[in-house]
Each structure stands twice: as structure tokens, then as C-alpha cells.
């Protein structure tokens, strides 16, 4: 804790990160009765303006709030779940996953447009190579192009006539209260999103603090971490970077956790799609123990279908 007693939260500074970790503060505020301060952390992710996947995929988000945890300049930081890397970083947990938001990727055009209605040779922006995929999939027309910045910045290629359309995640959308702006939504059974996608995750240091463990136990909420646990199980069983075309969508249905996971090629010609699904039963930590057994064996099959042969997945 802070020297007045205050819980420190770390978050980047860009708006949705404030958003986002603001909602968290307010929980965290709300449940421990602590007065809660907020810290902004600057990412290589943050100052750097090459492209995501030349910088090694959105790991680079996480790399210096994960420091400021471990040099005890904060005392939780929040991340947007895809954005971390699967490996477990040393010394750290990820101590809660609050009720995910919408998953969903949504797509914004001039005119309002829909994906199928933009002129043929349209140009459409997005730092996702899963997104390039999927776009050349249903549409090899299109121009497509790598884009960085926040999310009023990609917004204003669309409204200055430079693009015209992006795709973006429809949680951050909401977060910012900019979901007004979406021409469509892609639904998950035919556009699987990044794995984690929608979600936080509110990561501490592994020493147990007993006032901190009792506030995220309040705020985990258990379907949306079995979810993401399971999308997330898949990259790292492929031994993917976030950055991968990799596509993926759980869902828990009464005691039944469904996955459903697709690899690409990046022109978007071909891909490989596994689902499988599961009880889930126990303890929480059982449950998500059950749901990364079931995202690696998505990833087992779709490997021996010959996914490492058909993207680049590092």
C-alpha cells in the first residue's frame, strides 16, 4: 500500500486504459472502503509507433506495468486479457477476471456501411494479423492495411476519408461510450476474436496479502476467467504470440464450457477450425484447471492438422 494507506492501481495512460482501470478502482474502492490511487505506467507499446507485430504482439503493453508491480510502485495493475502474454510472468498472478465485456470484433465504415456492402478495392485498417485473415477471407478484394494509435485516432481515418473502415474491439467501444460509430457486428461463431478478448485481468504480486486477496476474490467473476483461461490455453499450447492469426470463442453454457478455436493463414485463403467442449466441476481453481486442459486440446488437434505449416505463429 501507499504510504496514506491508498490501494495503487497501474494502468497506461491512453483513455480506454484509464477507462477501463477507473471502472476497477471504483470496485475496488467500493469493496475494500480504501481510498484507491491511480498510477500511470508508459509502455514501450505506448511510445513505440511500429507495428504490433514487429514489436513482438501486445505483450509489450504488459511488460513495464508488470515491472512497476514487482518494484512495488503499485499495488495491482489492470490489463486488457489479451494483451498478456500466456506464460506466467515470475513473481506475479493474476489475482481476478471481472465479468468480461463483449467479445465481439465490430467494424466501423463510412456511410455506415456493412463489411459486405463497401466498394470492391475498399480500404480497411487494422494492427491485427487475425483481423488481415479474417477480412481477406470474406473479402480478398480489399485493401488492407496496418494501422497503429488509439482509438479516436483510427476512428478519424475513417471520418478524414483516409480509410474506409476499421475493425475494432466492440469492449473498448463500449468502455468509451463510442459504440454509436459501429456500422457491425461480427458475430463470434463466423469471426472468433482474439483470445481474451473483452476481458481485464487484475494482476498482483504472488505474496499473499490477505485485505488484497479478499477484494479480488469479490471481483473475480468465474465463467469469464474459465472462458478466457480456455481461448488463452490455445495460443499457448500452439506456442503463439498474441499477434498470431489466431481466432478464439468460449462460452459457458449451464455446467458446459464450449471452445471453439481457428488458425489462418494470413492472406486468409485457409483455415483449420477445432471445437471441443467439457463439464466443468469443482473448485474454481479445478474449473480452470479443466478449461486450459480444454483449450490445449483444441490445440493438439489443430496441430496435428498441420496449423504450424499453415500461419506464422510466433
Known amino acids: 500500500m501507499s504510504a496514506t494507506g491508498a490501494i495503487r492501481i497501474g494502468t497506461r495512460g491512453s483513455a480506454l486504459a484509464l477507462a477501463q482501470t477507473g471502472q476497477v478502482a471504483d470496485r475496488v474502492r467500493k469493496v475494500s472502503g480504501r481510498e484507491v490511487e491511480i498510477v500511470r505506467v508508459t509502455t514501450e507499446g505506448d511510445t513505440s509507433r511500429a507495428s504490433l507485430s514487429s514489436l513482438g504482439g501486445t505483450g509489450v503493453f504488459a511488460s513495464a506495468l508488470r515491472e512497476s508491480l514487482l518494484a512495488e510502485e503499485c499495488d495491482l495493475v489492470v490489463h486488457s486479457l489479451k494483451d498478456l502474454p500466456t506464460a506466467a510472468a515470475p513473481g506475479l498472478r493474476i489475482g481476478a477476471v471481472p465479468k ?52 479516436d485516432t483510427r476512428i478519424g481515418f475513417v471520418d478524414s476519408g483516409e480509410l474506409d473502415a476499421i475493425v475494432l474491439a466492440a469492449a473498448g467501444l463500449g468502455r468509451l461510450d463510442r459504440l454509436e460509430v459501429v456500422s457491425e457486428f461480427f458475430e463470434l461463431d463466423e469471426h472468433p476474436s482474439a483470445p481474451g478478448q473483452g476481458a481485464l485481468a487484475i494482476e498482483g504480486r504472488a505474496t499473499s496479502d490477505p485485505e488484497l486477496d479478499r477484494v479480488l476474490s469479490t471481483l473475480d467473476h468465474g465463467p469469464s476467467r474459465q472462458t478466457s483461461a480456455a481461448e488463452r490455453a490455445v495460443l499457448a499450447r500452439l506456442e503463439a504470440g498474441c499477434a498470431a492469426p489466431v481466432g478464439a470463442s468460449a462460452i459457458v453454457d449451464s455446467e458446459l464450457l464450449l471452445l471453439t478455436a481457428t488458425v489462418y493463414s494470413i492472406d486468409g485463403s485457409q483455415s483449420l477450425t477445432a471445437s471441443h467442449g467439457l463439464v466443468l466441476e469443482g473448485s474454481p481453481a479445478e474449473r480452470e484447471a479443466l478449461a486450459v486442459e480444454l483449450g490445449s486440446r483444441a490445440a493438439d488437434e489443430l496441430l496435428k492438422r498441420g496449423a504450424a505449416d499453415l500461419a506464422p505463429l510466433r
Open 100 to 151: 468480461r465485456a463483449d467479445a465481439r470484433d465490430a467494424f466501423i465504415a463510412r456511410d455506415g456501411l456493412t463489411l459486405e456492402a463497401l466498394p470492391e478495392g475498399a480500404a480497411v485498417g487494422t494492427g491485427s494479423p487475425r483481423r488481415v485473415a479474417q477480412l481477406r477471407a470474406r473479402r480478398p478484394d480489399l485493401d488492407v492495411r496496418d494501422i497503429r494509435g488509439n482509438i
